[in-house]
């Protein structure tokens, strides 16, 4: 029997929707009950959201003060307290996911499976590694947890449907004091997220300033898009860090991606290899990022993006 | 603080395209340019304007690989390091046992500070700092775009999905460094003469000791899915009629 423990990511207030990403990578291992742990200073609403996804067996609710804000050194030891008896204990790959799932799997002494991209079998996936220049088969080690972090690009969202038990569990594990949050800064936004929308609009560094950035956000709402960014744009003080899409940034799949003013590097087009459909804008013929486009347009944004924008809204 | 430690990998430079072997038995990395991971490069970087600020009293670069990483540590005492230590290994080791190796070097230097790469861009692995930390049972802060000390301690900023987050550390702690940290500087010619005389100790990694960890097996590698080259059009109204066509307007 695989038994998983997955790690629900949230904000205190609502799930993330990696959480429910990662059920579906769980699901598709053979025979899987799958418990979900919310580690929250007051998880009883957040424990319902995720008990309310199909394929989850059962919610454990580790309810602290000390986890009113997601701190590795806090949440792990706490992770491994529950993690007795699972086969499996995954997180998702997001900063969240990544910063806090090695912690634990050294903890329980063994290596960690990062970015799942497909189940072969109960240890055995597929990841990407320079890149996603190159995908590698992996088998993890039998007789020992399984910890590894599922890429979420690669998964739709478990389906709300299902009814879950809830059971809350108090933890008995020594919390560390040495690591204190401080404040969290970030940029709010009406637009859709980045990571789940259907539509991004992308710019890079022929943006030129975070003035000219407005062109794209324009181009965005008339779309109903979420707004992403290249690093060089990011780099350059146009936009904040959370917008960066890529290698380094956030990896998405949304039905349309519009990258404008962006070369594509390899290390963007890591972020938008999952996208439905690409479209490029460059003034540059010969810029990358056309071998990889679905629809090309050559020619100066400055031009086309208000022509556009203004074709859409029409 | 007397001594902070950084992790200098080598790993295939960052410009070239990997080619997966025709026989799908790896990556192909005969013959092409290898380098310090860029963030360990930018981890080396913050060690140095540390010390130069006057915080620290000596870098120490540390890697574990073949013997030919000891090219990439000698960049490492060009860029200003003051001393070098090779575990040396001709198989490449695992997260867990890199980190345990680590922590071995820790045990024997006790710095203040030890920073790391977020990730290496090979394997994209993301786990080695954080299991370093959680084995010698202190603060990790991943991800670090800003890092001040104060003290005993370092306020560090990082960069996660929402945002900006700041948390405050004890030290000793692991940092593990994100792109826009610093800008790493330029080796010069005379530093790269002169680091030839600097200290670089070679430590076999029989000597050490490490628990043997069980690894993951890489069973087959492969390219992609490749995306193929689509359509080009000619102005903006062909653009939409583009996406009409399929449905996405
Ligand atoms: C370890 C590592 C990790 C990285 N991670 C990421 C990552 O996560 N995400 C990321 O994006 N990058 C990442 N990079 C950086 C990446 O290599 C590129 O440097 C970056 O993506 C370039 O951004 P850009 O395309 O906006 O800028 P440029 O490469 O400068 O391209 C600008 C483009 O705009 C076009 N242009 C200029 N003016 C106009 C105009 N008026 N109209 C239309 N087109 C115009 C130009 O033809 C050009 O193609 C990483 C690099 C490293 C080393
Ligand atoms: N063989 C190694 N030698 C030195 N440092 C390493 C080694 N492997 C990993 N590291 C450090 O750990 C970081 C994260 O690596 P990884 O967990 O493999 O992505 C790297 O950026 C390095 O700073």
Not at chain 1, 42 to 63: C, H, N, P, R, W
Not at chain 2, 22 to 41: A, Q, R
Request: overall charge negative; aromatic content about 4%; some cysteine.
């Amino acid at each position: 029997m695989t038994r998983i423990l997955l790690v629900a990511e949230h904000d205190g207030t609502t799930i993330n929707p990696s959480t429910a990403k990662c059920v579906t990578c769980a699901s598709e291992l053979p025979d899987a009950e799958i418990h979900v742990a919310v580690l929250a200073e007051d998880g009883a609403s957040l424990a319902s959201e995720v008990a309310g996804l199909t394929s989850v067996d059962k919610v454990i609710q580790v309810d602290n003060p000390a986890n009113s804000y997601p701190v590795a050194a806090i949440l792990a030891p706490q992770i491994v307290a529950i993690a007795d008896g699972y086969s499996h204990v995954f997180g998702p790959s997001t900063t969240f996911g990544k910063d806090l799932m090695p912690r634990v799997a050294a903890l329980l002494g063994v290596n960690q499976i990062s970015d799942i991209m497909s189940v072969l079998g109960s240890h055995c996936f597929r990841r990407p590694i320079y890149a996603g220049n190159a995908i590698v088969t992996v088998e993890a080690p039998a007789g020992q947890p399984v910890v590894a972090t599922v890429r979420t690009a690669s998964y739709a969202s478990a389906a709300d449907g299902g009814s879950a038990s809830i059971e809350a569990v108090s933890v008995d594990a020594d919390l560390p004091g040495h690591t204190r949050f401080i404040e969290l800064r970030s940029g709010k936004s009406d637009r859709p997220d980045l990571q789940t929308a259907a539509k991004v609009v992308s710019g890079g560094r022929a943006l030129g300033s975070a003035e000219n950035f407005d062109l794209i956000y324009k181009l965005a709402d008339a779309l109903g898009a979420g707004v992403g960014a290249s690093r060089a744009a990011v780099d350059a003080g146009y936009v904040p860090n959370e917008m960066q899409v890529g290698q380094t940034g956030k990896i998405i799949a949304p039905k349309l991606y519009i990258a404008i003013g962006i070369s594509g590097a390899i290390q963007h087009l890591t972020g938008i290899k999952d996208a439905g459909t690409i479209v490029a804008i460059n003034k540059d013929g010969e810029a990358p990022i056309f071998e990889i486009a679905d629809i090309g347009l050559v020619g100066d944004l400055f031009k086309i993006v208000p022509e556009l924008e203004a074709a859409i809204s029409s | 603080m007397e001594k902070i430690l950084v992790g200098l990998k080598r790993v295939v430079d960052y410009n070239v395209r990997v080619r997966v072997r025709s026989d799908g038995s790896g990556v192909e990395t005969d013959g092409v340019k290898m380098s310090i991971n860029p963030f360990d490069e930018i981890a080396l970087e913050e060690a140095l304007r540390i010390k130069e600020r006057g915080d620290a009293a000596e870098v120490i670069v540390v890697s574990i690989g073949n013997s030919d990483a000891r090219q990439q540590l000698r960049t490492g005492l060009a860029m200003g390091a003051d001393r070098a230590i090779l575990v040396e290994t001709d198989e490449e080791t695992d997260p867990l046992s890199s980190a345990r190796v680590l922590l071995e070097i820790v045990n024997r230097e006790h710095p203040g500070l030890v920073l790391l790469g977020k990730q290496a861009i090979d394997n994209d692995n993301n786990q080695t700092g954080q299991m370093l930390a959680a084995l010698w049972g202190r603060p990790q802060a991943t991800f670090a775009s800003e890092l001040v000390l104060d003290g005993n301690l370092a306020k560090v900023t990082r960069e996660i999905d929402v945002g900006l987050e700041s948390i405050e550390v004890d030290l000793p702690a692991v940092v593990t460094t994100d792109l826009r940290l610093n800008e790493p500087r330029y080796v010069k010619l005379p530093d790269i003469m002169k680091a030839k005389k600097k200290p670089l100790e070679q430590i076999p990694l029989a000597e050490l000791n490490i628990e043997a960890s069980a690894r993951i097996s890489e069973i087959a590698f492969a390219l992609p899915e490749q995306r193929q080259k689509g359509i080009m059009v000619d102005d903006v109204a062909g653009l939409v009629a583009a996406l009409q066509d399929k449905g996405l307007l």
